[in-house]
């Protein structure tokens, strides 16, 4: 007989809002019930998460006398993995399936597509110009703002780049794309796509009048919304579009979907066949954690073994 996964009715926390403050009470939350549960039923805990929220929680002074409950955590996302980074002196194995080969060449690719063509919908709806009169800026060119940048520029849209990372803007000036150095004046784009994973714009003021903005992340976290209701005298919400009149100037800035993925609202998200794979390298993961107790406490990325043993199924199944 093979293993048997037996299943419970779990536990579904819905949050308030999409607010970062509300997902970070909320993993309070949900850590400090499953502390108790570990406790009462002499078990471990398991993390597998996007975004970084537990993993950190757990290495807070509130917490962080609770670790040892933890076998360890698989992460999916580079946002996660960037928060997990910064955690000093971790207690517990990280695994992260964000650097991997298949999440970026498949999963990544399929994304940046996506995102062009619901991009070259958003243009032809909203702002009416041949794509060669185009502007456009990508705030962010890791794996995703890099594939999505050449995707718009094979659509002849004008492309610029901006990041934090003075690496990425080289790699970028490296593909030849028109790069920023600092977000001042945005005042020649007609359309703004934020694909960091962060708060990628925080200021409204400088931007051009009827600019249009869209998320390409897989969090409603790209822009500032707060600092633009408040820099706002009147907020109009017209189908997929949130029209912010700006105090100063009368300026208009169109927010696409209320700043969530574009990519998951007007495209229903990422096909079974391209995420199978990376949920297939998390399971892997947590497999590993669950057997290998002599797993140094650091951030690794996923085993080049089990990745090659998700790649040899993908392969069976989906490419002959």
Known sequence: MGNKIETRDPSVYLPDDASENTFNGLTNKILQESIERAQRYNKRILIIEDGGYFAPAFHTPE??????LCLGAIEQTSKGYRRDEKIQSLRFPIVSVARSELKKHIEGQQVASTLQENIVYILNQYVKKPFFK???????????????????RNKK???????????KIMEAEV???AVLQDLSDLTEFDIIVGTSGETSLKSFWNLKHNVVLASGSSERVEFDLDELDKSSSLIERLEIITRYTLKKEDRVVRLIFDGEPINFALSGGIPDVVIDPIYSEMLLSAVEIIRDSSLEKKLVDIPKALELQVLEVFKNYHMT
């Open 134 to 152: 185009v502007s456009a800026l990508i705030l962010g060119f890791g794996n995703i703002g890099e594939m999505l940048s050449k995707e718009l």
């Open 157 to 167: 849209i004008g492309v610029t780049v901006y990041d934090v990372d003075p690496l």
């Open 63 to 68: 917490l962080i006398d609770k670790a040892e």
């Open 175 to 177: 593909n030849k794309f």
